[in-house]
């Protein structure tokens, strides 16, 4: 009874990925009704973040319990397709049209989910990213999007065209053949985790100086990283 209950810890938390990833897919529904001393979109912006924490410790405890399956793998994909590809995709389509009612360019948010689809998928057959990434990974383009809301809502709505393109180049980065180093530390050595600790640094001096919306910028500061030095 121990051994089976062990074994479906991670797949427990994995599940809490998914539920954060549906609420906030509701909230997404309400971004400016307040709910306590938040506004729906902010909301959004905890379940999303919550949703990627549950998706760090999932494979954490498996690794630490040794309590792999085929299950966890396959659930901890359609979890991150909700909480990273479907979420943002409803955080960014409510928002087009909360600033751009009725917007045509609103659809091209659909990107944003379907290119979180085969990234993941291809990620389930691909035995080349065990260590690294080919792609940009699904959870950091929930983080950009969370970056851009809190930007729009900071300072001003770029327009409809211009959110457009950035989805489509932005969605189009999880699919492309970019090796991309991996965010996890396998041990704390300056040298082979340098890259990280510059990414966390950036990251920390973008959200100091400018709030959330620093977060969009560590994503661009990993995407550039990765580019010009991919590696592991």
């Not at 509701?26 to 979109?41: A, D, R, S």
Request: net charge neutral; glycine share 6%; charged share 10%.
């Amino acid at each position: 009874m121990f051994r089976k209950i062990r074994a479906n810890i991670p797949n427990s938390i994995t599940c809490l990925n998914l539920l954060c990833g549906a609420m906030a897919c509701i909230c997404t529904f309400h971004l400016h009704e307040p709910f306590g001393e938040l506004q729906g979109y902010q909301w959004a912006f905890i379940f999303i973040g919550a949703a990627a924490l549950f998706d760090f410790l999932d494979g954490a405890m498996a690794r630490l319990l040794h309590a792999y399956s085929d299950l966890g793998k396959e659930l901890d994909s359609l979890s991150d397709l909700i909480s990273f590809g479907l979420a943002p995709t409803m955080l960014m389509f409510n928002t087009i049209n909360t600033f751009d009612t009725d917007s045509p360019w609103a659809f091209a948010v659909l990107f944003i989910v379907l290119f979180a689809g085969l990234r993941l998928a291809r990620f389930n057959v691909d035995d080349r990213q065990t260590t690294s990434f080919i792609g940009l990974p699904v959870p950091a383009n929930a983080i950009f999007w969370i970056g851009t809301v809190a930007w729009i809502h900071a300072y001003t709505y770029p327009g409809s065209v211009a959110l457009a393109i950035l989805i489509l180049v932005l969605a189009s980065l999880m699919v492309m053949p970019l090796p991309m180093f991996s965010l996890k530390f396998s041990s704390f050595d300056w040298r082979t985790n340098s890259r990280r600790y510059i990414l966390l640094a950036g990251a920390v001096l973008f959200v100091l100086i400018l709030g959330l919306s620093g977060l969009a910028w560590t994503i661009f500061l990993y995407i550039a990283m990765s580019a010009v030095t991919p590696g592991k």
